[in-house]
């Protein structure tokens, strides 16, 4: 683990792409650093998955997404062949558990493994395991708080085979949703007093489903998935003008629809995400002792439509401070 965390933030090597492998499409981004240290996006590429290559998250034909991902590698340029790729956020467990403070990494390691068998429902032989250390525990000074990670190994080899199948080695297995909470850390950063007690909500619009995250200081307060996402929009374009689910999501991202698109289908799908989106804000503020958001974040358009600005005004209440590190999963064997 130590090694992964290092390739990623310590001593100079190889470069990565990172790798999305989504339900619909397969996206592509390889950044570099400049002489500020600063990121700079350098390629980015996407192709649609054929219908049916992934299901709920798995991949249920590797020959057909080996060979997006080709298609990908060959419309972006990189030459870069080693590759971090994510889990769903469905596919992966985590659990913050308290050890014992003071031991070893191989100490640590050995007691994340005896505390793991609690909390995972598989043998664990049939998972792969990552953990991170939070800090000390809020309760007992001799005491940790640490975050356990697993995935079932057969989920996570599917991954690295079709990788293997495209030409590429994998070296990073991450978790789709700490990744983007990862990114969105380097925006926070950027902003006023480093974004410090701003409670900000993170939307991530998929195909089949959007995720919502809020953010205090480092620290994920609040999750929810919501079954709401861009295949909505694409089945009523199937529905109104009669096209096969693959045409209308051609003709969706290429804007290549007849008029009246806007006003007739879109614009009332913009309306059913808002509501979709005023609804999460509800169900965060309801179960939470938060009672306001000061940003939203929209890390992409869902499958490259318009915009959907939200604006919720709610009470204003202080939050509570608290803070956790950010860090990279890897799921792989070092």
């Known amino acids: 683990m130590s090694d992964a965390i290092s390739r990623l933030t310590g001593k100079k090597d190889a470069p990565l792409i990172g790798l999305d492998i989504s339900s619909t499409s397969i996206k592509l981004v390889e950044l570099s650093l400049d002489n500020n240290k600063e990121l700079r996006l350098e390629r980015y590429a996407s192709e649609t998955l054929p219908r049916g290559a992934m299901a709920d998250g798995n991949i249920e034909n590797i020959e057909q997404v080996a060979e997006t991902i080709r298609r990908v590698l060959l419309k972006s340029g990189t030459r870069v062949r080693k590759v971090s790729l994510g889990m769903p956020s469905a596919a992966v467990i985590t659990k913050k558990i308290i050890l014992s403070g003071g ?54 080899e599917d ?5 293997e199948v495209a030409g590429l080695k994998a070296e990073i297995m991450d978790i789709d949703s700490y990744a983007a ?47 709401f996402g861009g295949n909505q929009l694409t089945q009523e374009i199937v529905r109104s003008y009669g096209l096969s689910f693959e045409e209308a999501e051609l003709k969706k991202k290429s804007e290549g629809l007849p008029d009246g698109y806007t006003e007739d289908v879109l614009n009332p799908f913009l309306e059913s995400a808002a509501l979709e989106v005023t609804r999460a804000i509800q169900f965060f503020f309801t179960s939470t002792p938060y009672t306001r958001l000061t940003r939203f974040i929209w890390p992409a358009v869902v499958s490259s439509c318009r915009a959907c600005w939200i604006w919720s005004p709610a009470a204003q209440k202080s939050p509570l401070p608290s803070s956790v590190p950010s860090r990279a999963w890897n799921f792989l064997p070092t």
């Open 181 to 227: 909470r990862a990114a969105v850390a380097r925006i926070i950063a950027q902003s006023d007093h480093e974004g410090k007690d701003k409670i900000i909500a993170l939307f991530q619009i998929g195909a089949k489903v959007t995720h919502i995250s809020v953010i205090l200081n480092g620290q994920t307060v609040y999750e929810r998935e919501q079954a």
């Open 159 to 163: 991954r690295v085979a079709v990788a």
């Open 103 to 156: 031991a070893s990494e191989a100490s640590l390691e050995m007691q994340v493994e005896s505390e793991a068998s609690q909390y995972i429902p598989f043998a664990l032989d049939e998972v792969r395991l990552d953990f991170c250390v939070i800090g000390p525990s809020p309760n007992s000074e001799d005491d940790i708080e640490v975050m356990l990670a697993a995935s079932r190994k057969e989920k996570i």
